[in-house]
């Protein structure tokens, strides 16, 4: 099942290039806030899942181009993600002008981008205004959480995972906090829907690629992880309880670079959607705080 957030906090079943509206068998009030009808949507989903399939067959749907999807989750419990998870990509991060070293094992664990940065693929990404900074694309797999857990184990990793959607984890590249460089509104993009777990034959070898205007920046294959899908799960769930409606950002291949205002960026990962996001900038002044230390 593919199962979007449209039209402002209205949850479908997107089918084909249509959308069937399940708002009310989701037991969804739009309008609420803070909005978490998809977070309460996964935490209820494997009770409400046959009526919300019925409402595929029984209902008049409407066309996707005539919608506007939002991101399919708004309000989670946290965004967790994974600093370079592909060996080729922690090479190029070494070979760069004083960029941040990392570690080869895969051994550094993982970091939280703020809630507030996420977006979804109708929704351009913002560029702020930091003269002299880049800001940098990775293209990377999300996994969603489908059930609550804390020291799950290895072989049981799979079964809390509801879903997975396309992200994009976009970052001003220099020496702050990480947390602050990756948490701008519009820098963590997520989207088109969720695509459920069962629809994913073999999570460790899912196909992705980013383009921007056309040019082919980043392709890759989850079986090349460092840290595979389930460590993500059984790490993250070392620390902390997990909740339906997380997100895991799997962690970027090689290829990240560059986004400037006026361009489109598109990211693709077979089986589970495509999103094309054009990029624009942000006049605002920006903080004193990113005058201090320089891109180097
Ligand atoms: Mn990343």
Redesign the pocket.
Known sequence: MKLAQFNQGRIGIVQGEMIFDVTDEAGVNPALWPPTGMVQTIAQFDQIRPKLEACVATRPGQTLHSVRLDAPIAWPNKVI?F?ANYHAHIEEMEKGPGLISTNKTGGQGFFLKANSSLSGPSDAIVIPNVPGREVHH?C?LAIIIGRRGRNIQRHDALEYIFGFCCLV?VVIRGKEERVMRKSFDTFCPIGPYIVTREEIADPNNIDMELRVDGDLRQSANTRDLIVGIEEMITMSASVMTLEPGDII?S??PAGVGPIKPGEMLTIDITGVGRMSLPVIADRSPSHGVWNVQSNR
């Open positions: 993600a600093p990775e990377e984890d950002a962690g970027t």
